[in-house]
């Protein structure tokens, strides 16, 4: 498997738009998780993640003034006993009820689709990391079939984790007046052992003018417990 270097893809990229990175350290004893959010108009700028017990939330900040925050605010971030969900839209809350009722990852994602903002028709991007006895993860897409968002394409990628290795999903391909959809697979990348030389590599690797705010996560696989970390651009209220 061919790895990338996360930090230069992003250098290079300046609208990912929203993105997901979920994998394994090199020691092979923790599960990196990350996830951040981006924005061109003033409205999607006037955001911060927010930590919410083990979860994670969107808050809207004073000046940010948008008539329809449902695209815009949710949760991301949510976890359960042996499970983290995390995405970039209200379908955490449709996984996390879906796993509780015992229907699975893949059987939520079926009864979503991609966001009603044409003509970009950005993607839902969703992540699952599971801990019960082995780690795994999964990553999905559910991006337009045509042009005119007629129809639904689902993705969804499976992987058994190697260390010192992830794989990173963005909502865009690149920037543009049509934003154009992730393609491909999930990218695999490079991973450190060391939480903040990824953390804020990462942090400083995404674009200076478009970035928002980023969570990242590394989980003790063997303990369950965690350390974890919230970059915003602009500061929460408080």
Same mark, same amino acid.
């Given at each position: 498997m061919e790895q990338r270097n996360l930090f230069d893809l992003l250098q290079n990229n300046t609208y990912p738009g929203r993105g997901i990175v979920l994998?394994?350290?090199?020691?092979?004893?923790?599960?990196?998780?990350?996830?951040?959010?981006?924005?061109?108009?003033?409205?999607?700028?006037?955001?911060?993640? !927010?930590?919410?017990?083990?979860?994670?939330?969107?808050?809207?900040?004073?000046?940010?003034?948008?008539?329809?925050?449902?695209?815009?605010?949710?949760?991301?971030?949510?976890?359960?006993?042996?499970?983290? !969900? !995390?995405?970039?839209?209200?379908?955490?809350?449709?996984?996390?009820?879906?796993?509780?009722?015992?229907?699975?990852?893949?059987?939520?994602?079926?009864?979503?689709?991609?966001e009603p903002d044409p003509p970009h028709f950005t993607p839902r991007i969703s992540g699952m990391q599971r801990f019960d006895g082995t780690y795994f993860y999964k990553l999905s897409i559910l991006k337009a079939g045509d042009a005119e968002g007629k129809t639904t394409q689902r993705q969804t990628f499976d992987y058994e984790p190697l260390a010192g290795a992830g794989h990173f999903i963005s909502t865009y391909q690149t920037d543009g007046a049509v934003l154009p959809s992730f393609s491909g697979e999930p990218v695999a990348v490079f991973l450190p052992n060391d939480f903040y030389a990824f953390a804020d590599g990462l942090w400083n690797a995404l674009n200076q003018e478009n970035k928002v705010s980023l969570y990242v996560r590394y989980t003790d696989i063997d303990s369950g417990t965690y350390e974890d970390q919230i970059y915003n651009q602009y500061a929460a209220e408080e």
């Open positions: 994998g394994l350290t090199p020691d092979g004893k923790k599960a990196a998780l990350a996830y951040f959010i981006m924005g061109r108009s003033a409205g999607s700028r006037s955001r911060a993640f !927010v930590k919410k017990g083990n979860d994670l939330g969107i808050h809207m900040l004073d000046g940010g003034k948008i008539a329809d925050t449902s695209l815009i605010l949710y949760t991301p971030l949510k976890t359960l006993d042996e499970i983290t !969900v !995390v995405t970039n839209g209200d379908q955490t809350d449709t996984i996390c009820d879906a796993l509780k009722e015992g229907r699975t990852f893949e059987d939520a994602l079926l009864t979503r689709t991609f």
